[in-house]
């Protein structure tokens, strides 16, 4: 059993080149001639269509492309090969969107701090400026009362309250 499926296999994947490259010859010697070969002597066309046989039998015995099996897998690698590069691409964009999520969270978390320092900033910088301004509204306090005082002949206003 091993043997008949061993020597089936072997017929069939060494055959597929012979049988494309007869079905190639068929297909050329019918576009060429068409119905002429029903009424043609024999051997007649031979001269003519000798150069197309030596030329596909070259080609079948040597172009790796003949094979449309070996063709259709090196396509298929090809397309796997493109593909992995995609998918790579799609993983390499995901690592960097992955990046992108965790630097807004950081980002996020930024804004909330700088938000909270900037309050409290803004919180320090107006009490300064309150404080700033009752020192200022004392000492001109201050100021009009020396000025008054000298005015008034003395620090308890002796001559300004009579």
Known sequence: MLDRTFLLYFVIYTGRIP????????QRFVRTYGRAVLSAQAYAMNDEFSRVLSQQMEYYSNDPNADRIHRLKGEMSQVRNVMIENIDKVLERGDRLELLVDKTANMQGNTLRFRKQAR??????????????IALIFLLLVIVYVVVAFVCHGPTLPSCLK
């Open 19 to 26: 049988f494309a490259f007869l079905e190639e010859i068929h």
């Open 120 to 133: 409290r900033f803004r919180n320090t910088v107006w009490w300064r400026n309150v404080k700033l301004m």
